[in-house]
């Protein structure tokens, strides 16, 4: 009978430090995805005390509730956070403004930042992270003056694109001199050293941080992800791909007509037009620069409003048989809700135990 060998010291004298931890400033290269209507302030703070980057997600808020979320954060925890914005929103530079003023570390987009915005923030020192799903998409945002990219795999939830991680992720790095952050498909400490390995500088997690005890998702709602194994990629959401739970819901939008899938979008745009307080010409205005910056038919367009009102009704009212929830594959792997500080302390000691294993390597080195 053999016994199992534990780390090597060298492997537990692994300071976890990267480009990535240099760059922002937090203490572990793991980073919480900015996920619509799940990552507010009390998952982005729980994040950021326990070492990681917590990130705001302020696309579904309005500029104040985006105002009172980075106030928030700022009470909770003097450790750097970030905030997610979508670059094509009518209002991104004010919300560029607010995020000066309060003094976040990171801004983060959901879509290529347009060049101005980018200038604005470095003036202001603030690290510029947009997320990519595509090599020519991370360079052209390198050649702009990025900091970082997070470049998302297919295995990711929400909008993705078909190429896994694992051929995305070192055609990005190789194409870039800024450190790059793999998404899509990470959930443990194996990963992360896996993505390190890569060339990555850290790793960033979405569904993983959606389960824990920090996340504000209602607890019937965590439950249904707990006890799904099965993720798909749709587009009748809002006309683009977009992976998500495979519940009865949205089979059933799979199996609706183009014409029954419009009306309900124009039902849910004036849903959506009521919340945020746009007017129907704000909205068309943004609808031109999505259709636009993202080549989109205005039947796709329409259908965005899907998207915020399908995502809220499940994560916000708990509407699982009404709504839409996002998900990366890494679902069919979970199968607890722990804290964030556990979730993270955890990682890293998998990472340093899967770093002392390496066959034929005397364990992880200081940097």
Same mark, same amino acid.
């Given at each position: 009978?053999?016994?199992?060998?534990?780390?090597?010291?060298?492997?537990a004298?692994?300071?976890?430090r990267?480009?990535?931890?240099?760059l922002?400033?937090?203490?572990?290269?793991?980073?919480?995805?900015?996920m619509?209507?799940?990552?507010?302030a009390?998952?982005?703070?729980?994040?950021?005390?326990?070492g990681?980057?917590?990130?705001?997600?302020?696309?579904?808020?309005?500029?104040?509730q985006?105002?009172?979320a980075i106030r928030?954060?700022?009470e909770?925890?003097?450790?750097?956070?970030?905030?997610?914005i979508?670059?094509d929103?009518?209002?991104?530079?004010?919300?560029?403004?607010?995020?000066?003023r309060?003094? #976040?570390?990171?801004?983060?987009?959901?879509?290529?930042?347009?060049?101005?915005?980018?200038?604005?923030?470095?003036?202001?020192g603030? #690290?510029?992270?947009?997320?990519?799903?595509?090599?020519?998409?991370?360079?052209?945002?390198?050649?702009?003056?990025?900091?970082?990219?997070?470049?998302?795999?297919?295995?990711?939830?929400?909008?993705?694109?078909?190429?896994?991680?694992?051929?995305?992720?070192?055609?990005?790095?190789?194409?870039?001199?800024?450190?790059v952050?793999?998404?899509?498909?990470?959930?443990?400490?194996?990963g992360? #050293?896996?993505?390190?390995?890569?060339?990555?500088?850290?790793?960033?997690?979405g569904?993983?941080?959606?389960?824990?005890?920090?996340?504000?998702?209602?607890?019937?709602?965590?439950?249904?992800?707990?006890?799904?194994?099965?993720?798909?990629?749709?587009?009748?959401?809002?006309?683009?791909?977009?992976?998500?739970?495979?519940?009865?819901?949205?089979?059933?939008?799979?199996?609706?007509?183009?014409?029954t899938g419009?009306?309900?979008?124009?039902?849910?745009?004036?849903?959506?037009?009521?919340?945020?307080?746009?007017?129907w010409?704000?909205?068309?205005?943004e609808?031109?620069?999505m259709?636009?910056?993202?080549?989109?038919?205005?039947?796709?367009?329409?259908q965005?409003?899907?998207?915020?009102?399908?995502?809220?009704a499940a994560?916000?009212?708990?509407?699982?048989?009404?709504?839409v929830?996002?998900?990366?594959?890494?679902?069919?792997?979970?199968?607890?809700?722990p804290?964030?500080?556990?979730?993270?302390?955890r990682?890293?000691?998998?990472?340093?135990?899967a770093?002392s294993?390496?066959?034929?390597?005397?364990?992880?080195r200081?940097?």
């Amino acid at each position: 009978m053999t016994s199992t060998p534990g780390p090597r010291p060298e492997a537990a004298r692994w300071t976890a430090r990267t480009a990535l931890t240099d760059l922002v400033g937090c203490r572990y290269p793991i980073v919480q995805t900015g996920m619509g209507y799940v990552a507010g302030a009390r998952l982005a703070a729980a994040t950021s005390n326990a070492g990681g980057l917590g990130i705001i997600a302020a696309a579904t808020m309005s500029v104040e509730q985006m105002t009172d979320a980075i106030r928030s954060v700022k009470e909770r925890t003097e450790a750097p956070f970030g905030v997610n914005i979508r670059s094509d929103a009518a209002d991104a530079r004010d919300r560029v403004e607010v995020m000066i003023r309060e003094g #976040v570390r990171v801004a983060s987009f959901a879509l290529a930042p347009k060049q101005e915005l980018i200038a604005r923030l470095k003036d202001a020192g603030i #690290v510029t992270m947009p997320s990519v799903g595509a090599r020519r998409h991370a360079e052209k945002v390198a050649a702009w003056g990025v900091d970082a990219v997070i470049v998302q795999g297919g295995e990711g939830g929400g909008h993705t694109g078909p190429i896994p991680t694992t051929l995305l992720l070192p055609q990005v790095v190789d194409a870039v001199d800024i450190p790059v952050v793999a998404a899509g498909g990470f959930f443990d400490g194996r990963g992360l #050293v896996a993505a390190l390995a890569y060339g990555a500088a850290g790793i960033a997690m979405g569904t993983r941080f959606l389960l824990t005890s920090d996340s504000t998702v209602g607890d019937e709602v965590k439950k249904l992800y707990l006890g799904m194994s099965e993720t798909l990629v749709t587009t009748r959401v809002d006309g683009v791909p977009h992976r998500v739970l495979k519940t009865s819901f949205v089979e059933s939008l799979e199996r609706t007509r183009a014409l029954t899938g419009l009306v309900r979008a124009v039902v849910n745009g004036a849903r959506f037009k009521k919340i945020s307080g746009m007017t129907w010409a704000d909205m068309m205005r943004e609808g031109r620069r999505m259709r636009h910056g993202r080549d989109l038919t205005w039947a796709q367009v329409l259908q965005a409003a899907n998207t915020p009102m399908l995502l809220k009704a499940a994560m916000v009212d708990g509407r699982t048989d009404l709504g839409v929830m996002a998900s990366g594959q890494v679902v069919s792997v979970i199968d607890d809700l722990p804290t964030c500080e556990e979730l993270i302390t955890r990682v890293m000691a998998e990472a340093r135990d899967a770093l002392s294993r390496l066959p034929g390597i005397d364990g992880a080195r200081d940097r």
